[in-house]
């Protein structure tokens, strides 16, 4: 198996805080990762790093066999990136953003806007190749931003919540084109918190907790060491919790104002 990303003794801090705790991963080409882990446990970090836009770190990172210290701008046109929050242009159209995009990754004008304009009509958002980007739905944000990080052909998607506000009916398709990238040997590096996609979507799942990897496996693996049933068991075993319960009739009870029975 070709090795594709390699990570050694990553370590972050950022003041006194120590965000990452030693984060050791071989990525091999065509693995589909899910990457999971509650909130503020390090995985948007990890990634940033990986895609060099936060630089300050003790460790090595190889993408593509190179050090992304020595070599920085390169492997940077072969991957994809969807963030969780994301900067769009907003001010621009569709055809103004993503062909700028694609000029960002070399590719000539005509070649970007024949394939954003083929991929708007794939996701069902044709008819507003020519609108602004701020008069959008946030799904059609969304699905701009995945054409965006795909436009280019990349060996390595880096998605973070990249499901977040599409409907059914493009999820559907956007899995399967997940599917078909990493048999054609794309390397997906996955971030979510909604575990039943993780769960069907991911060959091998890498759990962070507190800056560190505590799982690292496919799903039948983790459940022949675990013995919990659903990703979702698991995330919630290995972060160590199991207060929801209680957690949610505090949330009840603190915001009842003591009128509950009395319907109207
Ligand atoms: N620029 C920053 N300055 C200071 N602290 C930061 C910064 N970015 C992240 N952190 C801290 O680093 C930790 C990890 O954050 P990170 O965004 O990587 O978590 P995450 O796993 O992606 O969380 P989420 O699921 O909420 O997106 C958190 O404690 C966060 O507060």
């Known amino acids: 198996?070709?090795?594709?990303?390699?990570?050694?003794?990553?370590?972050?801090?950022?003041?006194?805080?120590?965000?990452?705790?030693?984060?050791?991963?071989?990525?091999?080409?065509?693995?589909?990762?899910?990457?999971i882990g509650a909130n503020g446990a390090g995985k948007s970090t990890t990634v940033k790093i990986m895609l060099g836009l936060v630089e300050e770190y003790s460790g090595s990172i190889e993408i593509f066999g190179e050090n992304i210290v020595e070599n920085p701008v390169d492997y940077k046109k072969r991957i994809g990136y969807v963030p969780e929050t994301a900067d769009m242009y907003?001010?621009?159209?569709a055809r103004e953003y993503l062909t700028f995009i694609g000029s960002l990754y070399g590719m000539d004008y005509s070649e970007a806007d024949e394939k954003a304009q083929k991929l708007m009509d794939l996701f069902s958002i044709k008819d507003v190749y020519d609108g602004r980007i701020n008069s959008f739905s946030k799904g059609m944000k969304?699905?701009?931003?995945?054409i965006s990080s795909i436009i280019n052909d990349p060996d390595i998607l880096f998605l973070d919540e990249p499901l977040s506000g599409i409907d059914a009916n493009s999820v559907l398709v956007f899995k399967e084109v997940l599917k078909e990238l990493a048999k054609k040997g794309k390397t997906i590096f996955y971030s979510s918190h909604i575990m039943e996609v993780v769960e069907k979507l991911s060959d091998r799942i890498i759990l962070l907790n507190d800056g560190e990897i505590v799982a690292d496996g496919n799903m039948e693996s983790l459940n022949t060491e675990l013995k919990e049933g659903s990703l979702e068991q698991i995330f919630n075993k290995l972060t160590g919790f199991n207060e929801h319960e209680n957690i949610a009739k505090e949330i009840v009870n603190t915001i009842s104002r003591g009128e509950v029975n009395e319907r109207i």
């Open 1 to 35: 198996m070709e090795n594709i990303i390699k990570i050694k003794n990553l370590n972050k801090y950022y003041g006194g805080k120590r965000v990452l705790n030693d984060i050791n991963l071989n990525i091999n080409k065509g693995e589909i990762i899910g990457y």
């Open 90 to 93: 907003e001010n621009l159209t």
């Open 142 to 146: 969304q699905k701009v931003l995945i």
